[in-house]
């Protein structure tokens, strides 16, 4: 297995501001702040960071393909400029009610991302703000962390007996990971 260190971490809620109605275009892309900060913090602390997301807008035709890359595109563009950088991204472009093995919580994404990267998802944490990013780690063994932002807080309330690592936001999660070096 590669010796690199990585970090999985959600984007929606995590990364940057969640909408019930969906990130449908850059303008709508607003990181949380020190979020960006964050992942530039872990990069220099020898992290590698990939992104799992459920992007169902998709499937539900709120969005396409070209759109989602120009999302994404801000935000390798905005993290840039922050001194970061994400390694890669994996998504489940399917709604909710699709057989496929990849939308979280299954752990599909997971799985293609270890494949590919050839790493022990045991030595990785996933970083989300719901109970299925919880569940998608716990599937494959990963060391699932929760952030109060995006869902995270209502995660919290509604599965106060959750023991894993809480944290106030991503920033706080890379000063603890960095810390642990």
């Known amino acids: 297995m590669e010796t690199c260190k990585y970090v999985l971490i959600d984007r929606d809620g995590v990364i940057n501001e969640d909408s019930e109605d969906f990130i449908k275009s850059p303008e709508e892309w607003q990181p949380i702040e020190g979020s ?12 590698e960071v990939a992104v799992i997301s459920n ?22 563009g905005l993290l840039a400029d922050k001194g970061g950088k994400i390694a890669a991204i994996y998504y489940c472009p399917h709604g909710p009610d699709s057989l496929c093995l990849c ?4 752990p599909g994404l997971l799985e293609q991302f270890s494949l590919e990267k050839n790493v022990d998802l045991k030595t990785v944490f996933f970083i ?10 716990q599937a494959v063994g990963a060391m699932p962390i929760l952030v109060k932002t995006g869902k995270g807080q209502l995660t919290l309330t509604n599965n106060p007996n959750l023991n894993i690592p809480v944290f106030e936001n991503l920033y706080g999660v890379a000063e603890f990971l960095s810390s642990k070096q």
């Open 55 to 76: 992007q169902s807008g998709l499937a539900r035709g709120l969005f396409d393909e070209a759109m989602l890359t120009r999302i994404h595109d801000k935000m390798h």
């Open 103 to 106: 939308r979280k919580p299954k």
């Open 128 to 137: 989300g703000d719901s109970l299925r990013d919880i569940q998608a780690a």
């Open 36 to 47: 960006l900060e964050a992942i530039a913090l872990l990069n220099q602390h020898g992290y």
